[in-house]
């Protein structure tokens, strides 16, 4: 594809693909030349393309256009008619400009960030060819599909100086984060045991017949759009429910174990103080079954849940379910019992020698009561959810400083999802699997460290020096 703006007329005119992915796709490795981000001053605007047009990717897009000190001034897809349907949606007047080929972007448009929205089996991939090439990343969470390819990503980061940020926004909600801090700093004493949401595992892909390919892309865009897992035919069920698939997410639905579990497990590790580190046991404590994830029985809603407004949300979700019990060095047990009609989803309970502290998105409540009711207690939110993580992200593109949710930390809130699918997978209810979180291996199942890993389809590798520390 050409620098050809999209618009509705030109999207209709346009050819169907770039000569650059008629000819090789994008199936080729990662630079592995350093290149140098750009210096931006204070009061300069923050060039950004986005990658990856979901619907995820205009919720994204739709907050964004509300932030002065970012513009946005490509997109790119490679399955073209979201090109078109997206700026159809959102940017008509913004003479924004469409590529099937990321890599073309963010040469041409000489972009200071991109945010990637990709699938989640493309985003680790995507995300390494950014960085490698010199602009900084807002990633989707879960931000990797296996915790080994999260510590490449990781590593990639260090080695390029690149400013990151993994959208578990909650870490810039102020409520949130002064909750947190409460914990953190011992207002419920020592915390001796998290509760959480018992979420809903992926499911595996039962082979099915292939469907005829949709209007409008190129010849090798399922090919691209595959990515790292196995090349399969084509199917309506994988373009656009991928995210309850194994091979191409961890549980992305609504109440899933990366879905909804990603925010739930961040919000842990940072009001236990753990950002860098994690558990050192996880125990799978009953049989894996396909279960709906709540009663859903008529009672009295007290005012302290501060789920509530996500209940209904789930009401009919169900799949592979099984409490996990985790430990960290000091002795906190996490447990991860909770249904949906009863917990809160996006949070947890923090549960001390001196009382309680439940955080959920943007709501807080405590036993007892007085434990939140600081005068230095910050007001709700009165912007979109996202906004203040993606101003953190361009902020911190500008000072070239740590942003909230940086890498490292998504990394190690990832992990745990991880840890709670593959102690489902390997199925061994009662056995107490030890994880060092150091090496990010496990030091007594090797049936385990199986899962940590998995085959990518040639040319979809990630960067060889990325297997080691920067």
């Given at each position: ?39 931006i001053s204070p009061n300069e605007t923050v060039i950004v393309g ?421």
């Open positions: 594809m050409s620098e050809k703006q999209w618009t509705r007329r030109a999207f209709l005119a346009a050819t169907t693909t770039t000569a650059a992915l008629i000819a090789g796709g994008c199936a080729t490795k990662p630079s592995t030349a350093r290149v140098v981000p750009r210096k986005l990658i990856g047009l979901g619907g995820r990717c205009r919720d994204i897009g739709a907050t964004s256009l509300k932030i002065p000190t970012m513009r946005i001034v490509a997109l790119c897809d490679c399955f073209q008619p979201r090109i078109h349907s997206y700026i159809d949606k959102l940017g008509k007047d913004q003479n924004w400009k469409g590529y099937a080929d990321f890599r073309e972007m963010i040469e041409k448009e000489k972009l200071d960030g991109v945010m990637v929205e990709t699938t989640t089996h493309a985003r680790a991939w995507v995300t390494c060819w950014a960085m490698d090439a010199g602009v900084d990343v807002y990633i989707e969470k879960p931000m990797c599909l296996t915790i080994e390819e999260g510590r490449q990503m990781v590593n990639v980061a260090r080695r390029n100086k690149s400013v990151t940020q993994v959208g578990t926004q909650q870490r810039s909600i102020a409520l949130n984060n002064w909750a947190s801090d409460l914990v953190k700093n011992g207002a419920i004493g020592k915390v001796h045991t998290v509760l959480a949401p018992d979420f809903v595992s992926p499911l595996h892909w039962e082979p099915k017949e292939g469907q005829d390919m949709p209007d409008g892309g190129s010849p090798n865009w399922w090919d691209i759009w595959t990515n790292q897992s196995e090349l399969r035919p084509y199917h309506h069920d994988l373009q656009y429910g991928w995210a309850q698939w194994w091979d191409y997410d961890g549980g992305g639905i609504s109440y899933g174990v990366t879905g909804w579990g990603t925010h739930s497990y961040d919000q842990i590790q940072r009001g236990l103080g753990t950002d860098e580190t994690g558990p050192v046991e996880v125990e799978l404590e009953e049989p894996v079954t396909t279960k709906r994830v709540g009663e859903f029985k008529e009672r009295t809603i007290s005012e302290d849940e501060t789920g509530q407004a996500y209940y209904d949300m789930v009401r009919n979700t169900s799949g592979p379910r099984a409490k996990v019990r985790m430990k960290y060095k000091n002795g906190t047990e996490l447990k991860l019992h909770l249904d949906a009609d009863c917990s809160p989803g996006l949070g947890c309970i923090f549960i001390g020698e001196k009382g309680k502290i439940e955080i959920n998105r943007d709501r807080v409540s405590s036993d007892p009561k007085e434990l939140l009711q600081g005068p230095d207690r910050p007001g709700n939110l009165t912007v979109p959810e996202t906004q203040p993580h993606i101003e953190n992200w361009i902020e911190c593109i500008k000072t070239r400083k740590r942003c909230t949710a940086d890498i490292e930390y998504g990394q190690r809130s990832s992990s745990i999802c991880y840890l709670v699918n593959i102690a489902r997978d390997v199925g061994q209810a009662g056995k107490t699997l030890k994880w060092d979180p150091d090496k990010e291996r496990f030091t007594n199942c090797d049936e385990a460290n199986k899962f940590l890993a998995r085959p990518r389809r040639e040319g979809w590798e990630l960067p060889d020096y990325a297997k080691k520390k920067a």
